[in-house]
């Protein structure tokens, strides 16, 4: 089973998180893709930009942060942060 939990914050305070579950074959950067996707359309928001940033700290901790700068349009908090919490 792979979970990848997501939280959003605004100073410094969780205001809503969720846990999403995938029990495919796909590829990992595939459930996360998908669990991110899921995630948003639950929260409302646009897909974030993965940027460089995003990208080796997911690599190096199974988590990262998208503020604003990942958002095309404007957001109502100042960050989402998604977490890997279960992997297969």
């Known amino acids: 089973m ?3 939990w997501a939280k959003v914050f ?8 969720l846990c999403v579950g995938n029990d495919s074959d796909d590829t990992r950067t595939h459930k ?3 669990a991110l996707e ?3 359309v639950r929260f409302d928001l646009s897909s974030p ?13 199974n ?3 998208f503020t604003q700068d990942n958002f095309i ?6 960050y989402l942060e998604i977490q890997v919490i279960e992997e297969d």
């Open 2 to 4: 792979f979970r990848l």
């Open 49 to 61: 930009i993965w940027l460089d940033k995003n990208i080796s700290e997911f690599k190096r901790h």
């Open 73 to 78: 349009e404007s957001i109502d908090f100042d």
């Open 32 to 34: 996360i893709f998908r």
């Open 10 to 17: 605004e100073n410094n305070h969780m205001l809503r998180d």
């Open 38 to 40: 899921e995630i948003c």
């Open 63 to 65: 988590k990262t942060r």
